[in-house]
């Protein structure tokens, strides 16, 4: 990616933990090789990576990933010498290139919302990436249920074992043994799955998604009255689902924030980026701070033409 384009994109599982820096090492001697055949010259490598990233690119903590201080930045950039190494939180990457390129381009202050395997949440103020001491900032271990499931960081109630799409899942496996003739019953059930089937009006599907929909709107409304930014995106693949995510959702949390609309008006959308947020946001984390004023220039042609066409 340009930091504003994606270029060469290569599609795959994460390499397991053991394998990870080889894995990641191949990867990035793929795309630079296919660059060079494309006449593309590569100036750096940018890695969004779940978990606690500290500013010298190691992995602080990893629940999802099951990495604890791990120096992957020093790891890839062994690999690669010549070249600068840049590792994010993959929430944060996303949240980068909407706010730049997508639904957050012009907002003061944005919130993001990636809902896939765990919840990651990063949150932009006046044009800085606010990301806790440390980079130890964790949206998505909110508590909402302190006597609720345990959470995969070893917590109990967190908002990550309650609206992410393995939550969904989860939830909907569970349901769906209720209703034996559903339209999920014996079949492979993810968040897709899921959402059209309560579009088909299946009753495990629609009740599935009722307490998704509760559950990640709890945790909205929470992020809403502490922070009240300007507009909140929603990216990961459930966003995908449209109308029939967002409009109950803006629902329940416009019924439940503190104080009026009218008064501290919020926008509440999905990812305009899509899948290629999180690539454009690691290329943009490359640049020296990445902090993104107001006021900055619209994107090149080419860029506005990318974006329609996604």
Avoid: Q, W
Wanted: charge should be neutral; hydrophobic fraction near 45%; charged fraction near 20%.
């Amino acid at each position: 990616a340009d930091g504003y384009n994606t270029l060469c994109v290569h599609s795959g599982k994460t390499p397991p933990e053991a394998e990870l820096c080889a894995g990641l090492s191949l990867i990035c001697a793929s795309l630079i090789a296919e660059a060079d055949r494309r006449g593309l010259t590569v100036t750096g490598i940018g890695i969004g990576c779940p978990g606690i990233i500290d500013a010298a690119g190691r992995v602080l903590y990893g629940n999802n990933i099951k990495l604890k201080e791990f120096p992957l930045r020093e790891n890839i950039a062994g690999s690669f010498p010549a070249l600068p190494v840049s590792v994010i939180n993959d929430a944060s990457a996303a949240a980068l290139a909407e706010y730049r390129l997508g639904a957050g381009k012009g907002a003061e202050s944005m919130v993001m919302l990636t809902l896939g395997t765990g919840l990651g949440c990063a949150v932009i103020i006046d044009g800085k990436l606010l990301s806790g001491r440390n980079g130890c900032a964790a949206g998505g271990h909110i508590v909402i249920n302190t006597a609720g499931a345990e959470c995969s960081c070893g917590n109990f109630g967190c908002l990550e074992s309650y609206a992410s799409a393995t939550a969904l899942t989860a939830s909907a496996e569970t349901l769906v043994k209720r209703y034996p003739d559903g339209l999920l019953r014996g079949k492979r059930i993810d968040g897709e799955a899921v959402f059209a089937a309560a579009a088909a009006n299946d009753a495990a599907a629609r009740e599935a998604v009722g307490i998704f929909i509760a559950n990640l709107g709890a945790g909205i409304v929470s992020v809403m009255n502490l922070l009240r930014p300007d507009i909140i995106v929603l990216g990961g693949g459930i966003s995908e689902a449209g109308g029939a995510f967002l409009a109950p959702l803006r629902e329940y949390v416009s019924a439940r924030i503190f104080a009026d609309e009218k008064y501290a008006p919020f926008e509440l959308v999905t990812a305009r980026l899509r899948i290629s947020a999180g690539i454009i946001g690691a290329a943009i984390s490359l640049e020296n701070g990445y902090k993104l004023k107001s006021g900055r220039p619209d994107a090149p042609a080419a860029v506005k033409k990318f974006i329609k066409k996604i």
